[in-house]
């Protein structure tokens, strides 16, 4: 399955060294750092399969798990 991903690149210099960022509001949780934009852009696909994966188990779970908002537990304890 394809999946598009716009990707956000942003240049930044701090003490004379340039990296680049890259963010995605299609992608919750995806922020990837790099030297240069090709670096920033591997490591930004190589995230967003780590993250797609996580979100397809997490909704796996909440969907064939039917939890109830409210859940009453006995806990027997001996003291």
């Known amino acids: 399955m394809k999946t598009l991903i716009k990707l956000k690149i942003e ?36 995230l967003a399969k780590i993250l797609l994966e996580l979100e397809k188990e997490t909704s796996n779970l909440t969907i064939n798990q039917n939890i109830p908002n409210i859940i009453e537990y006995p806990l027997l304890m001996e003291v």
């Open 11 to 46: 240049r930044f210099t701090e003490k004379d060294e340039e990296y680049f960022v890259a963010t995605s509001d299609d992608l919750k949780g995806l922020v990837a750092e790099g030297k240069t934009i090709k670096e920033v852009i591997e490591i930004a696909e190589d």
